[in-house]
Each structure stands twice: as structure tokens, then as C-alpha cells.
Nanobody, 123 residues
Framework: QVQLVESGGGLVQAGGSLRLSCAAS????MGWFRQAPGKEREFVAG????????RYADSVKGRFTISRDNAKNVVYLQMNSLKPEDTAVYYC????????????????????WGQGTQVTVSS
């Protein structure tokens, strides 16, 4: 059973930064997703099993950076220049199987999910 534990959420003013962490029980291709109240879950960023390939939603490009420490099985999401519209519950997700796959924006293809961490950006 894959376990994912997110941390690092909180309350920050617009223009500020936060770093989310996702500790996994193994090494997998990973993604970050978010869900705001009344909205569907959306893709934020993804990183390949090796860490050599990343992908971002257009709304966060240039502001967010996904990375991983494979020695620790931790994936990070560095969020800079935060906006009120970034407010959401952020989830990390693991995709098992083929290690050569590129980062995947489709939430349906992820197998395991963390419990989520709240990020609130005040204006």
C-alpha cells in the first residue's frame, strides 16, 4: 500500500511563498493537484519517476516549481508569487507502473492520493 503524506500548507498573503512537501512510501511518478470549493480537482504540476521531466498547468507556470529528492522519496511544490485564486486544498498523487511515462495531467491515471493540505492566500 502506497502512503502519501502532504505538509507545508497554510495561510499566506498574496505575493508570498509556500513550499509543500509530499512524503511517499516509495518512488513513483508524482503529481500535485488542487481543488477549490465548488470547483473540480485540477492538475497543478507533475514530475516523472526520475525527476528529469516536469509539467505545469498554464496557470502556475513561472510561479510554481515541482522537484523531488529521490533519496528521501519526497516531492516538493515550491509556490511563489501566490495569488488568491491559488487558494485550494492541494493533493499529491502517485502513479505506479511504467517508470518511463511523462508527467501526467489526468487525475484518473493516478493510483494513490494523499489527504490534502489547505493553502489559503489572502488578498
Amino acid at each position: 500500500q502506497v502512503q502519501l503524506v502532504e505538509s507545508g500548507g497554510g495561510l499566506v498573503q498574496a505575493g508570498g511563498s509556500l513550499r509543500l512537501s509530499c512524503a511517499a512510501s516509495g518512488r513513483y511518478a508524482m503529481g500535485w493537484f488542487r481543488q477549490a470549493p465548488g470547483k473540480e480537482r485540477e492538475f497543478v504540476a507533475g514530475i516523472s519517476w526520475s525527476g528529469g521531466s516536469t509539467r505545469y498547468a498554464d496557470s502556475v507556470k513561472g510561479r510554481f516549481t515541482i522537484s523531488r529528492d529521490n533519496a528521501k522519496n519526497v516531492v516538493y511544490l515550491q509556490m511563489n508569487s501566490l495569488k488568491p485564486e491559488d487558494t485550494a486544498v492541494y493533493y499529491c498523487a502517485a502513479k505506479t507502473g511504467n517508470r518511463l511515462v511523462a508527467p501526467d495531467p489526468d487525475s484518473r491515471r493516478y493510483d494513490y492520493w494523499g489527504q490534502g493540505t489547505q493553502v489559503t492566500v489572502s488578498s
